[in-house]
Every structure is written in structure tokens, then in C-alpha cells.
């Protein structure tokens, strides 16, 4: 599945949480995100988790994966050996089996979807939480919001995704996806901050 537009935009979105990670320094990991009760350190461990949930699947240990809490004692090291598994499992991974979750079945290009989906919108909260830079292809943020628009219906999670915001005509793949997920995109990038 290494080819596919899917797991190409993962590919890039795992990049692009490395160079968010490569900014946020261990005071950081405490801040508050615009997720309730979340700070940047839990927002990391949910997505290294939620990776390595989607790894699991595409490596074909599983067919029914899940989230194991973790909690990273080196969020880098972490991300990074989760983002290597994550790239070699996808590259052959096979693109005829089906993903089992609590919310759905999936197939195999939709459970690369929400892993994707799920790393922009937390790279977001955390860009926002600590003023770094997070930047992913507009081709990555669009097929990202596909599989949203494909996944979460009417019964969203509101531990996760707010009530969709309104979004202006014209608006970026970014932004829609950011809108789509309940994300206060109007504010638009964070203001940066000098960086250490």
C-alpha cells in the first residue's frame, strides 16, 4: 500500500509531527491544549498510542486493534520508533483486509484515514498549546478530511471532536478539516514564539 494517496499523506503527517516534536521542549509537555482536560504530554501519548493501535493492523497482528495507554517517558525516541513501525508496516500492508473498531468496520485505506486525521488535529492542538510551527501537505490535510467526513457521522465523540464549526467558502483543506473537527480554526496559526 506504500503507493497509496492514503498512506502517502500518513507518511507526511508522521513527518510533520516530527518537526512539531523537534520544538516543544520538556517545560512545554505540561501546557493545557484546547483539548478539556489534556495536556501536550497526554495529547503525545494519545497519538503515539493511536499510531502504533493502526500499526498493529497494517503489520496483520490484528484485526481488532486497540489503544493501550501509554505514557512516554521520551516523547521523541517514542514518536519516532512508532512513526518508523508505523511507514514499514503501511508499505505492506494489505489493502484487502478490514479494521474492526469499536465505532465500525474500516477498510484498510480508511484505518490509515483516522490515524491520519488524528495526528493533524492533534499536531494542530499542540501548534496551538505551545506556538509551534505545524505544517503538513494541503494534500495531506485533504485526504484527511475525506476520512473524517467518511468516518464520524451524527454520534461524535465529544471527548474528541466538538460540534462541526461554520467555515468560509474558500477556506483551506486545513481549515475545513480543523472546522469538520470542531477545532476553533478561524483563529488560524498560532502566533510563534521565539524558539530555544
Keep these: 500500500m506504500d503507493d497509496h494517496p ?27 491544549t484546547p483539548n478539556p482536560g ?5 495529547v503525545v501519548d494519545h497519538a503515539i498510542a493511536v499510531t502504533r493501535k493502526f500499526t498493529a493492523f497494517a503489520r496483520g497482528t490484528t484485526d481488532r486493534p486497540r489503544t493501550r495507554a501509554l505514557v512516554a517517558a ?4 517514542a514518536f519516532d ?26 477498510p ?3 484505518a490509515a484515514g483516522i490515524n491520519l486525521f488524528d495526528l493533524l488535529a492533534h499536531g494542530w492542538d499542540i501548534a496551538q498549546a505551545t506556538g509551534a510551527t505545524f505544517t503538513s501537505s494541503p494534500r495531506a490535510w485533504e485526504t484527511g478530511l475525506d476520512a473524517a467526513r467518511r468516518v464520524i457521522g451524527e454520534r461524535r465523540d465529544p471527548r474528541h471532536y466538538a460540534p462541526e464549526a461554520p467555515v468560509a467558502p474558500g477556506a483551506s483543506a486545513r481549515v475545513r478539516l480543523l472546522c469538520f473537527l470542531g477545532r476553533p480554526a478561524d483563529t488560524g496559526p498560532p502566533a510563534t514564539r521565539p524558539r530555544r
Design 6 to 32: 492514503t498512506v502517502r499523506a500518513l507518511g507526511a503527517a508522521l513527518e510533520a509531527w516530527r518537526g512539531l516534536l523537534d520544538q516543544v521542549t520538556p517545560a512545554e509537555l505540561g501546557l493545557p
Design 38 to 42: 489534556w495536556d501536550v504530554a497526554h
Design 74 to 77: 521520551d516523547h521523541r525516541a
Design 81 to 106: 520508533a512508532a512513526a518508523d513501525d508505523a511507514r514499514a508496516a503501511w508499505r505492506h500492508a494489505d489493502p484487502r483486509r478490514s479494521c474492526h473498531l469499536p465505532f465500525g468496520t474500516f
Design 108 to 110: 484498510a485505506e480508511l
